[in-house]
T-cell receptor, first 113, second 111 residues
């Protein structure tokens, strides 16, 4: 069964900490994405990557960075966590092209205290 | 981004068919229509997608209007497990492979 795996289901971090959210896919997909989901705001795209070492800003990149050193792994980094980054974070991957669907991970519920 | 319009919520009874509508009047010729659903406490799940012709898979059917300005996701026999938020999304070349999710339709299935 093909998968997108997010390293943690629940995470609690302190304000100011550097936080790493890891995502691994086993489908050899070129594209990988990070979204956050908040009540009333839906899913919003933070960053995405079309290939190794490539990254593109999404709609809300402020306060985040990403790293893609290997094709299967896409990391989201919160440089200095703040309480307004408390959210559900969702990773997804897809093949290149419009005709391919996304496969999502189960999400990481991050709480910043 | 090309916008889609869906009802905020719909209700259905178990074992009955469900037709979830989506309007996308600004769709362009190369835009694909994607449907995803999200069950409570889970990530979104791909359901189906299409370009011009109607599409069927094991989960659902997608009926696309002739002018492509609207589409309908059809669940042939709703089950309680189908209760979810359903998203209709357009993917377009100018956006690359990125998908922009709207608010979707909350489907309630009554036993």
């Amino acid at each position: 069964d093909v998968k997108v795996t997010q390293s943690s289901r629940y995470l609690v971090k302190r304000t100011g900490e550097k936080v790493f959210l890891e995502c691994v896919q086993d489908m050899d997909h070129e594209n990988m994405f990070w979204y956050r989901q908040d009540p009333g705001l839906g899913l919003r795209l933070i960053y995405f990557s079309y290939d190794v070492k490539m990254k593109e800003k999404g709609d809300i990149p402020e306060g985040y960075s990403v790293s893609r050193e290997k094709k299967e792994r896409f990391s989201l980094i919160l440089e200095s966590a703040s309480t307004n980054q408390t959210s559900m974070y969702l990773c997804a991957s897809s093949n290149r092209g419009l005709a391919y669907g996304y496969t999502f991970g189960s999400g990481t519920r991050l709480t910043v205290v | 981004d090309a916008k889609t319009t869906q009802p905020n919520s719909m209700e259905s009874n178990e074992e009955e068919p469900v037709h979830l509508p989506c309007n996308h009047s600004t769709i362009s010729g190369t835009d694909y229509i994607h449907w995803y659903r999200q069950l409570p406490s889970q990530g979104p799940e791909y359901v189906i997608h299409g370009l011009t012709s109607n599409v069927n898979n094991r989960m659902a059917s997608l009926a696309i209007a002739e002018d492509r300005k609207s589409s309908t996701l059809i669940l042939h026999r709703a089950t309680l497990r189908d209760a979810a938020v359903y998203y209709c999304i357009l993917s377009r070349e100018t956006s690359g492979s990125r998908l922009t999710f709207g608010e979707g339709t909350q489907l309630t299935v009554n036993p």
